[in-house]
C-alpha cells in the first residue's frame, strides 16, 4: 500500500510541475486539475494511515513506535507538512478566481521536500522489514 503511496505521490508531484510550467515558465502544459487534488489527498491519507498503521505495528511487535529511529523521525517530521500539503491545496481549490503567487509555490516546495522524506521512508522502512526477516 506504501509503495503504491510512493508511486501515486510521483504522478501528483509532476502533474503539480506541469501546473507550475505553465504558470511561471510560460509554457503550454495541460493541468489535470480535479486530478491533481482528489489523487493528492488520497496520498496524504495514505501517509497518514501508514504512519498510524506503522505506529501500531511497531507498538505490536518491537515495543514502540519510536524504536525504529530514522524512520519515526521522518515521519514525525512529514505530519506538519502533510497538514499543510493538504490544507494549502484544498483552499487553493476552494479558492481558484483568487489571484495568488507566494501559496503555490509554498504548496509545490512543502510536497516536494514530502516527497522527498517518503522516499526516505521507503529505504528505511525497507531495511527494518529486512532487519525483521
Not at 509503495?3 to 506541469?18: D, K, P
Not at 486530478?35 to 507498538?59: D, E, I, N, P, Q
Not at 514502540?64 to 490544507?87: C, E, K, R, V, W
Amino acid at each position: 500500500v506504501m509503495s503504491g503511496g510512493l508511486v501515486l505521490a510521483f504522478a501528483v508531484f509532476f502533474m503539480g510541475l506541469q501546473r507550475t510550467r505553465s504558470l511561471h515558465f510560460k509554457g503550454k502544459a495541460r493541468f489535470p486539475w480535479k486530478r491533481h487534488v482528489k489523487l493528492g489527498l488520497v496520498v496524504m491519507f495514505l501517509w497518514l494511515a501508514g504512519m498510524g498503521a506503522g505506529s501500531l505495528m511497531t507498538y505490536l511487535f518491537r515495543n514502540g513506535p519510536g524504536i525504529t529511529g530514522t524512520h519515526f523521525d521522518n515521519a514525525l517530521m512529514m505530519i506538519p507538512l502533510i497538514l499543510f500539503g493538504a490544507g494549502s491545496g484544498w483552499f487553493m481549490d476552494r479558492n481558484k478566481n483568487s489571484s495568488r503567487r507566494i501559496l503555490p509555490i509554498l504548496h509545490g516546495l512543502n510536497n516536494g521536500i514530502l516527497l522527498l522524506l517518503a522516499c526516505c521512508q521507503a529505504w528505511t522502512g525497507l531495511n527494518i522489514v529486512l532487519e525483521g526477516l
